[in-house]
């Protein structure tokens, strides 16, 4: 079941203290709510806390839509709504996989806006010496 739409409804930076704590640790809390069945799919509402622990807070607010046949939908909602089960693994993968990519790079900005770390890993290029190289079968760049 493709995203159909993604819409931020809010978004909240906030950072505390001018001096980072030695070992920052960031958090991610993505909470997807029960959905609801509208014209387009299914549409569920979500939040997603990401927390600079003793530095502060980026938090979105917003719905995500599913879109499949009217059939794929009743049926995804009425086994969900029944049996309070999670939906199907592969449904939650794509919503939560959906939010994430909707929110990464709006909360790499207000990141650096507001001088915190980036929310996830940035990619390290490590250039190896050619002996090493040579070794592994090739030479270049590997970024990890």
Known sequence: MPIKAFNIKSVE???VGDRPPRNIQISHDINVSFPSIIEEGLRAEFRVVITYTGLGTITFSGDI???????????????????????????????????????????????????????????????????????????????V
């Open 13 to 15: 930076g906030r950072r």
């Open 65 to 143: 839509i599913v879109a499949a046949s009217e059939e794929e939908i009743k049926k995804v909602y009425d086994e969900w709504k029944s049996s309070g089960n999670p939906p199907p693994e592969k449904l939650t993968q794509e919503m939560y996989n959906g939010v994430l990519g909707g929110i990464i790079p709006h909360a790499f900005y207000l990141a650096k806006e507001l001088k915190l770390p980036p929310p996830i890993p940035l990619p390290t290029v490590n250039i190896s010496p050619k002996k090493k190289a040579r070794k592994k079968g090739g030479e270049g760049i590997e970024v």
